[in-house]
Every structure is written in structure tokens, then in C-alpha cells.
């Protein structure tokens, strides 16, 4: 896989790194969301992860911005952060993955991000304050795969 082929729209779900088994897979759940990423053969990785989109309106989104290596596996790190006047404005996360391995003989297979997710500053206040330091896995889906 080369950088550029980084770019498309990702189904994005992240998890609590619980260690104990769960009944309730929801149990694990941190964010599903929308990943829109555009990759340029230089490393240069741009994007955003949508959290709400409404029909007209500008969407609940933070920029994600970063680098990718031509290594094998392709690895990457992004920092993702709030649109200023959003409701996300201070939000701040910061991301490591890697493209995972496209079997020769798979079937169906779509390409797949994984990686870590760090909550890197507060946000929110009260009672619904997130702290810094939080951390989860990733996956990420290619949507747009043939």
C-alpha cells in the first residue's frame, strides 16, 4: 500500500481498552464515527472526523491533520481537534495507527486503520467533564473499497 492510498471516507470505531470479557459489546464502545481522510504521496494526511452531519448545516467535526510513512506497514499519526464556534471546540485527540494487511487470498476485505486514540486535553466541564489521558483502540473501515 502506498500514503496516497490512504485517502477515502472510514467507518471509525473506537473502544475501551477493558481487559475483563463483556456481555454487552456496547460496554466497550468510545466513538463510531465518520473518517474522511485525503493522503498526499509526500506523508501529508488531511481530513475530518465527523461526529453529527445534518442536511445543510456545516457538521460536527474535528480537523485531522498529520503524517504518514511509506514503511511497511504504512503507519501514521494525526492530531485531531475541534472547528473553532463548534460544540467540539476544545476538543484535542491524537492518534497512532498503521494500515493493517490486505490478504493476497481475502475475500472481501476492506482496507483497515488500527491504531490508539489519547484524549489529549479536557473537555467538556461538570458533571459531563472528559479528562485528559483517556486513551482507546481504533478501527477504521474503508467505505469506499471495490
Request: no cysteine; hydrophobic share 40%; charged share 20%.
Amino acid at each position: 500500500m502506498n500514503i496516497a492510498e490512504l485517502t477515502g471516507t472510514y467507518t471509525y470505531r473506537s473502544f475501551l481498552n477493558r481487559p475483563e470479557p463483556v456481555e454487552d459489546f456496547n460496554k466497550l464502545r468510545f466513538a463510531q464515527l465518520e473518517l474522511r481522510l485525503g493522503a498526499e504521496p509526500d506523508g501529508a494526511v488531511n481530513g475530518v472526523l465527523v461526529f453529527s452531519e445534518e442536511p445543510g448545516a456545516e457538521p460536527i467535526a474535528m480537523e485531522m491533520t498529520g503524517r504518514a510513512s511509506g514503511s511497511s506497514p504504512v503507519a501514521f499519526t494525526l492530531t485531531g481537534k475541534g472547528r473553532p464556534n463548534s460544540p467540539i471546540a476544545d476538543f484535542h485527540y491524537e492518534y497512532d495507527g498503521i494500515a493493517l494487511r490486505h490478504w493476497e487470498a481475502g475475500i472481501g476485505q476492506r482496507t483497515t486503520l488500527a491504531g490508539t486514540v489519547l484524549r489529549a486535553a479536557d473537555h467538556g466541564s461538570g458533571s459531563s467533564l472528559a479528562k485528559a489521558g483517556q486513551t482507546a483502540s481504533f478501527l477504521a473501515v474503508r467505505r469506499d473499497d471495490a
